[in-house]
C-alpha cells in the first residue's frame, strides 16, 4: 500500500503550476492518495487501455463529432505536442493550450476553457 500512496501524493506538484495552501483533513488526503495512487496504478499496469497510436490511427471513427481540447502549455504528464499531434488530424477540432497551466483539470485557466466549452455546446450544439 505505501508506493500508491507515495505516487499520489508526489505527483500533485508537478500537476499545477499554481502553488495552493494545504487544506483538509490528514486522514482525507491521504484517502484519496492512496485512491487516486491504485487508480493510476491499475491504468499503467494495461497502458491506458490503448495500444501505441491508437487513439490517432482511430481518428477516423470520430473525425466527424466536434471536439475541444484543452492542454496546460507546461504539463509534464502528457506533453503538450501529444495535444498538438491530436489537433492536427482531428479536422475541426478547437486546441486551446492554457499559458499558465500544468496537467489538472483544477488549474483556473483549464477549469474556464472546460467550462466556455461545455457551455458554448450546450447552448449551441457548436464550439466554434
Not at 486551446?96 to 485557466?109: C, F, Q
Amino acid at each position: 500500500m505505501p508506493q500508491p500512496k507515495r505516487g499520489a501524493s508526489t505527483k500533485a506538484p508537478v500537476c499545477t503550476c499554481a502553488l495552493k495552501p494545504r487544506c483538509g483533513d490528514q486522514r482525507h488526503r491521504r484517502g484519496r492518495a492512496v485512491s487516486v495512487g491504485l487508480l493510476e496504478a491499475h491504468y499503467f499496469r494495461h497502458q491506458a487501455f490503448l495500444h501505441a497510436g491508437q487513439l490517432l490511427q482511430g481518428m477516423p471513427r470520430i473525425a466527424h463529432l466536434p471536439g475541444f481540447i484543452v492542454h496546460g502549455r507546461y504539463d509534464v504528464i502528457c506533453p503538450v505536442r501529444y495535444a498538438h499531434a491530436l489537433a492536427d488530424a482531428w479536422p475541426g477540432v478547437q486546441l486551446k493550450v492554457v499559458a499558465d497551466a500544468g496537467h489538472s483539470s483544477h488549474e483556473p485557466g483549464i477549469a474556464a476553457e472546460l467550462c466556455w466549452a461545455t457551455d458554448r455546446f450546450a447552448e449551441t450544439g457548436r464550439l466554434d
